[in-house]
């Protein structure tokens, strides 16, 4: 999906496309730029943000005033899939509301273009999809029991013959049990075991429909006989060994007793876990991350880095305020996860645990919780964020030596200097969000 004209596409159009996502509620986790999917290379790639199933892709094309959208060059993999292949161009509307727009093709290839204010929400079209997929999942269900509804084959040989001999062993092991144990012989008795009893249990499981079929019929028999002769087997076994298990009783209900204790004290522990892990999320996790999300939407809710949006130097500094807040947020949830396994030993020494119980609970924790990775996320975090703060900082030092083209929806500066530094902040933006995506996905996939 990639060709040459993408170079020239702005890179300040495509930061406020990303932002025109977020704010139509679409997380940073969903959405990948530079994607794959087999062979073919997309320009961004939306997921459903949990298990990086697609939603829809972005295809990226740089046009002149007059022209329009090509077809998007795809292989025959991502043709014939179900979600929708959006193409993302500069607005030829030097007024309009966004530097961009979305067009659409439709399976006659028909161009259609997307009236941005009706853009499905992330919500609504990641619930669609799950719908569908339960729908599918449903569908395929209903399809495999109407197959076992239909096979009512006759029963084969070998069930036939198991049956025989099944019933004929349990009549045996009946009368060697019954000799064994001391107790008198009873022909009715011996018969309701082997054949009165199964034909019973079979006839209860005949009141319903699918077990009415001569095949269910036997296998019922036959597993009920196999219980039957299982009982008596133990009874041989009884008769034989009498003795030496009365002897054993005494063992190895003190065994049992061991064994129970243990497995109380290992629930227990387990239960003080949950508990401690729980209490720390309360007290030391919850707060900072509360924090993060709000100077987070803060942060997007004002506009961003989006040059359009300044008017003035007192915006910039403005958002420059609210960067701040956001890294000294994101900062402090760091510092509270990483001191999350210190919290929770505080706390099971307190209720009682010793210390190298309590140390071997918190190694417990640590091996389920990828920690490494959260702390490496929150590091690439502070980095975009400085990243933003350079931005803003050079477009602040550079105030009356710059002006937003609507036309180009570009940023254009006096000082050839100034563009190259521009240039390089906004690539290395752009690479510190592909690194975030990068491990966003990796701790999704740890926690499968």
């Not at 919500?123 to 399809?143: D, G, P, V």
């Not at 699918?210 to 019929?217: A, E, L, P, V, W």
């Not at 880095?305 to 900062?331: C, G, H, W």
Request: proline content about 3%; charged content about 20%.
């Amino acid at each position: 999906m990639r060709n040459d004209n993408k170079h020239d596409f702005p890179l300040a159009i495509q930061a406020d496309f990303i932002s025109f996502l977020q704010f139509r509620g679409y997380p940073m986790t969903s959405i990948f730029r530079n994607a794959k999917i087999g062979d073919c290379q997309l320009d961004y790639l939306i997921t459903n943000g949990v298990d990086t199933q697609p939603l829809l892709v972005i295809d990226v094309q740089q046009v002149e005033n007059n022209e329009t959208p090509n077809l998007p060059q795809i292989n025959q993999e991502i043709s014939d899939s179900t979600y929708p292949i959006y193409t993302l161009i500069p607005n030829k509307d030097i007024h309009g509301k966004y530097p961009f727009s979305l067009y659409l093709f439709d399976k006659k290839e028909n161009l259609q273009e997307i009236d941005l204010e009706l853009f499905p929400n992330f919500e609504a079209l990641s619930t669609n999809k799950q719908a569908l997929s339960s729908q599918e999942s449903a569908l395929q269900k209903q399809e495999m029991s109407n197959q076992k509804k239909t096979d009512q084959q006759k029963p084969s040989i070998w069930l036939q013959l198991l049956t025989v001999v099944v019933a004929s062993l349990n009549l045996l092991l009946i009368v060697v049990a019954y000799t064994l144990s001391g107790s008198e012989l009873k022909l009715g008795a011996v018969f309701g075991n082997t054949v009165i009893f199964p034909l019973i249990i079979v006839g209860f499981f005949s009141l319903f429909k699918r077990f009415r079929n001569t095949k269910s019929q036997l296998k019922i028999f036959v597993g009920v006989s196999l219980i039957v002769l299982f009982s008596s087997i133990s009874i041989i076994y009884s008769a034989y060994h009498d003795r030496q298990e009365k002897r054993e009783v005494g063992e190895l209900t003190v065994d049992l007793a061991d064994k129970s204790i243990q497995k109380n004290s290992s629930v227990q522990k387990k239960r003080l876990l949950q508990a401690a892990v729980s209490e720390v999320m309360n007290t030391t996790i919850r707060g900072p991350l509360k924090e993060y999300h709000a100077s987070s939407s803060a942060v997007i809710n004002a506009g961003g880095i989006a040059p359009k949006t300044f008017t003035s130097t007192e915006d910039i500094q403005q958002r420059l305020k609210l960067f701040e807040r956001f890294e000294k947020a994101n900062d402090k949830l760091d510092t509270a996860s990483q001191s999350q396994a210190q919290k929770i030993h505080e706390y099971l020494l307190l209720s009682g645990e010793n210390p190298e119980s309590a140390e071997q609970l918190v190694q417990t924790w640590k091996r389920s919780t990828p920690l490494t990775l959260a702390k490496k996320i929150r590091e690439v975090e502070h980095r975009l964020i400085k990243t933003n703060q350079s931005i803003l900082k050079l477009l602040f030092s550079q105030w009356g030596e710059w002006s937003y083209d609507s036309t180009s929806q570009q940023v254009l500066f006096n000082s050839e200097n100034t563009v190259n530094q521009y240039n390089l902040l906004m690539e290395a933006l752009f690479s510190i969000i592909d690194e975030q995506q990068s491990l966003q996905k990796e701790m999704f996939n740890s926690r499968k």
